[in-house]
């Protein structure tokens, strides 16, 4: 018999899946692949006492990776949200969050950054600089200690299947603790099955929402590669440059040197941040290179 469930904790080769039924099994792939992502929605099989196999993989609304020349990292399936976490200590790259936010802006993903630990004063004002290009992006911003109160967050959770992304030590398991008091139990029972602890840290798990929605907490990262994004769909997850395509002198502007392009002369207008410009055209080299490296040029 095949039953319907949803992938909650993806480590390895090895998932765990909520059924329909409530039922928690750990599960395997068929075959050798392994495609899977925190968020699947599959049909699995049965296999012995709280085990399974996962059969089927049901389509997908939302698909959140990164990737290189090597390799592709999936994150999550079927989020409708992502929560960019930052923090005013350590800090944080804006770098990080321009890729972060094209990856969900080629998803069509909603988005919201929240600024952790807003309650150290000493990093506060230099945090809020380095999010204020975003906030006049329309980007929505949230300031709050998760150590503190969360409420305001949590309203911005309900009836959303929230990612949480963010750099190492910005505070994302932290906040799903305060937000879900027993996913610190949840994670440490996981790691036991395992027999490990290395994986506490370095798997993605969806955990519900008592008001409704989920939040899927990933690993903290250092590198968001784009290299599944080709130039045009580069260009359209910067959502300021949407009033100017197809409005350069050359249909084939790469936006860099060339006479007549109006992103280039928005940028020196003031109505596009320079430094966001600039990292498109580094995100575009990147992606080129490693499609270059992939194919062995």
Avoid at 122 to 132: H, M, T
Avoid at 267 to 281: K, T
Wanted: hydrophobic share 40%; with cysteine; net charge neutral.
């Amino acid at each position: 018999m095949k039953l319907d469930g949803t992938l909650i904790a993806a480590f390895g080769r090895q998932y765990e899946v909520r059924t329909t039924t409530g039922e928690i099994l750990l599960c395997v792939p068929r075959g050798k692949k392994s495609v899977f992502a925190c968020g699947d929605r599959v049909k699995v099989g049965v296999t012995g006492p709280g085990q399974g196999v996962i059969d089927k993989l049901e389509e997908r609304s939302s698909l959140l990776y990164r990737s290189d020349a090597w390799r592709q990292k999936l994150i999550a399936a079927n989020a409708t949200q992502v929560v960019l976490v930052v923090a005013t200590e350590p800090s944080f790259s804006d770098e990080f969050l321009s890729r972060c936010l094209c990856a969900a802006e080629s998803q069509h993903l909603k988005t919201l950054i929240v600024l952790n630990k807003a309650d150290i004063s000493a990093g506060l004002e230099n945090s809020r600089a380095l999010l204020a290009p975003f906030a006049a992006l329309g980007y929505p911003i949230l300031e709050l200690s998760a150590l503190g109160d969360v409420d305001a967050l949590r309203e911005r959770l309900v009836g959303e299947t929230s990612l949480l992304v963010g750099q190492s030590g910005m505070g994302k398991s932290t906040l799903t603790n305060a937000l879900i008091p027993e996913a610190r139990a949840q994670t440490r029972e996981i790691s036991e099955v395992l027999d490990t602890g290395k994986h506490t840290t370095t798997f993605a798990r969806l955990y519900p929402l008592p008001e409704g929605g989920g939040i899927i907490d990933s690993p903290g990262m250092q590198t968001f590669g784009l290299a599944h994004l080709d130039a045009e769909a580069l260009e359209a997850s910067f959502r300021e440059f949407r009033p100017y395509v197809g409005q350069c002198r050359f249909r084939d502007c790469r936006h860099d040197a060339e006479p007549g392009c109006a992103l280039q002369t928005a940028a020196e207008a003031g109505q596009i941040d320079p430094r966001r410009l600039r990292q498109f055209l580094m995100f575009r080299h990147e992606c080129e290179q490693a499609k270059r490296q992939a194919q062995g040029w």
